[in-house]
């Protein structure tokens, strides 16, 4: 059973819909993705369902992300220490190619290239390195390109190029570092007609940051810094450990805290554990002065709970805990909260139903609200 959703840009803003749904059978397996445009050549049409009872059948609870940005280089990418500029940034990491053709008066047509990241040197928040590579008979052709980021802002040039014979197949990614020692220097291409080749045509995508904190989570009003922002709310929290004085280290289960309200200024996080009983810190992102911090609130216990509580009811059992310390230390007594790893978001989801006109059809459509813009910073205690 399928449905097909599109997302449809319109007076700048996004909407997603449902085009039609549909069913085939014969099948005990999913297709794969090179196989789906076949399997959608033979669907039945279905009814498109909107709610629960309405006949057919019809997507819900879709999530969604936004990439941070992204872009194409049409032109040839220049020359080390010249450099294409890409947007505004700090950390070379988040950029990624994603596709590239190689060029040159050396390249037969236009090759795409096969890309892979490249593990030396050490990509790092200044510098991180590409391969661009294709195959024209037996010999590889490949292209070294490197994300720079310089005074706040991200840049691509070309490094080297490089040759190398006897193959009948690119190399897998986990033999790159094998080719790249064989290969015979070339000339860069920074046009068609120059010797050697180059890269051109360069798309890439940047990601949204992430990190972890080693180390524990300070009390709250001291924080540990996470990154550059004005919204607390593009921050979640994905891992992270509860350790103290009065419990062993265990993993968390994390939980958004529904209060306070999510607002730009704050927003509330619960790791919960199960450690003999079910024990709890409580984390918030806060937003100051253009920066985002972490730090623990409170903590808390609930006995006779053998099993962590469910995303439905996580914040109702919170408030029925036993307060404890919030602790920064393993030796202190209390639970404090350690490697806690976050992601931060492009944007935030937002409630929008709008009827949006394309050639073809005139469609409503809505998305699940994930925010609240009403503000509040106050802190919730046991």
């Known amino acids: 059973k399928v449905v097909e959703l599109s997302v449809q840009a319109a007076n700048g803003q996004l909407y997603l819909s449902a085009q039609s749904a549909g069913h085939t059978s ?3 397996v999913l297709p794969l993705a090179s ?5 959608m050549s033979s669907l039945t049409a279905s009814q498109v369902a909107t709610s629960a009872d309405s006949s057919g059948h019809g997507a819900k609870v879709v999530s969604w992300v936004m ?5 194409q280089i049409s032109e040839f990418v220049p020359l080390s220490p010249e450099g294409t500029y890409l947007r505004s940034g700090d950390d070379a990491r988040l950029i990624s190619l994603t596709a590239g053709q190689l060029r040159g008066a050396d390249v037969i ?3 795409p290239a096969n890309i892979f990241e490249k593990t030396t040197p050490t990509p790092t928040p200044s510098s991180k390195h590409w391969l661009l590579m294709t195959r024209e008979g037996s010999t590889l052709k490949v292209v070294e390109l490197s994300v720079q980021a310089a005074n706040g802002q991200l840049y691509l040039s070309a490094q080297s190029a490089g040759h190398t014979s006897g193959h009948s197949v690119l190399p897998l990614a986990s033999n790159v570092s094998q080719v790249m020692s064989s290969l015979t220097a070339s000339q860069v291409a920074t046009s068609a007609d120059s010797s050697g080749h180059g ?10 940051a992430s990190g972890q904190i080693s180390e524990f989570v300070p009390l709250s009003p001291e924080g540990t810094y ?16 509860l350790w ?16 306070p309200t999510p607002s730009p200024s704050s927003k509330h996080w619960l790791l919960m554990a199960i450690s003999g009983t079910l024990k709890v810190v409580e984390l918030s992102v806060e937003a100051t002065n253009g920066s985002l911090y972490l730090s623990a609130q409170s903590a808390g216990y609930k006995n006779g709970v053998s099993t962590v509580p469910s995303a439905s009811t996580a914040n109702q059992v919170f408030s029925s805990l036993t307060a404890v310390q919030a602790v920064a230390l393993a030796t202190d007594k209390g639970y404090g909260a350690e490697a806690v790893s976050w992601v931060m978001q492009a944007t935030i989801n937002a409630t929008s139903t709008r009827t949006v006109t ?6 409503s459509s809505s998305s699940s609200s994930s925010s609240s813009l009403s503000s509040s910073s106050s802190s919730s205690s046991s």
């Open 358 to 363: 394309t050639s073809s059809s005139s469609f």
């Open 109 to 111: 047509g236009e090759s």
């Open 244 to 259: 103290g004085g009065w419990i062993d280290q265990v993993n968390a289960t994390i939980y958004e805290k529904t209060t």
């Open 35 to 39: 196989n789906v445009s076949q399997v």
């Open 26 to 28: 014969g099948h005990s």
């Open 67 to 71: 990439r941070a940005a992204s872009g």
């Open 226 to 241: 996470l990154r550059s922002g004005d919204d607390a709310r593009l921050i979640s929290l994905t891992a992270g450990q």
């Open 199 to 208: 890269a051109k045509v360069v798309s890439w995508v940047m990601r949204a």
